[in-house]
């Protein structure tokens, strides 16, 4: 069973930094991708930012230039880093691994930016 747990969300002020991470724990036998999704209220959940195992990246136009997605392939973890934080930015983050065979989902830790 694969478990991804996720810490650092958080409140924040407008212009602030917040580093999101996601260690995914069990017996995991090919990790294709792992990424960062949001859900923002009123919202459908929408893609932030992924990374494969060989180091592509791939973000949401609302978020190039202002969040880093990085990985740690021995640990299986992912961070997404986010600069210049926007009260758009409030929502709830979920971390996703993609496996050869298999998707898996955390269970979100909320990130709340005030203007």
């Known amino acids: 069973q694969v478990q991804l747990v996720e810490s650092g969300g958080g409140l924040v002020q407008a212009g602030g930094s917040l580093r999101l991470s996601c260690a995914a724990h069990?017996?995991?036998?090919?990790?294709?991708?792992m990424g960062w999704h949001r859900q923002t209220p009123g919202n459908k959940r929408e893609l932030v930012a992924i990374?494969?195992?060989?180091?592509?990246?791939n973000y949401a136009d609302s978020v190039k230039g202002r969040f880093t997605i990085s990985r740690d392939n021995a640990k299986n973890t992912v961070y997404l880093q986010m600069n210049t934080l926007k009260p758009e930015d409030t929502g709830v983050y979920y971390c996703?691994?993609?496996?050869?065979?298999?998707?898996?989902w955390g269970k979100g830790t909320p990130v709340t930016v005030s203007s």
């Open positions: 996703n691994l993609i496996a050869s065979l298999s998707d898996y």
């Open positions: 069990g017996t995991i036998l090919s990790v294709n991708a």
């Open positions: 990374i494969t195992s060989g180091g592509f990246t």
